[in-house]
Nanobody
């Protein structure tokens, strides 16, 4: 059974920080690119950050310089450190595990709410 279990969401003031965690089970973790997506009300789900096994990271322009994605293969866990949070960062954040060889597979976490408000 594949599971992606997220934690760390909550309410934070503008300018504050929050760290999300996602622990995966049921997959060979090192073979998957891990990513964080978010979806705000009335908007499409968008990629926030991704990190393949070689640790070469990709970020959405809106979060560059503020967010950091990292992974610990020994713990089967991916993290998203969020600093200098803005109200526009408010969304449900989803963890994703993806591979494309030999076939395409995508697994998703249940989502965790992040609210940035004073």
């Amino acid at each position: 059974q594949v599971q992606l279990v997220e934690s760390g969401g909550g309410l934070v003031q503008p300018g504050g920080s929050l760290t999300l965690s996602c622990e995966a089970s049921g997959i060979t973790f090192s073979l998957y690119t891990m990513g964080w997506y978010r979806q705000a009300p009335g908007k499409q789900r968008e990629l926030v950050a991704a990190i393949p096994s070689d640790h070469n990271t990709n970020y959405a322009d809106s979060v560059k310089g503020r967010f950091t994605i990292s992974r610990d293969n020994a713990k089967n866990t991916v993290y998203l450190q969020m600093n200098s949070l803005k109200p526009e960062d408010t969304a449900v954040y989803y963890c994703q595990a993806a591979r494309r060889w030999p076939n395409a597979y995508d697994y998703w976490g249940q989502g965790t709410q992040v609210t940035v408000s004073s």
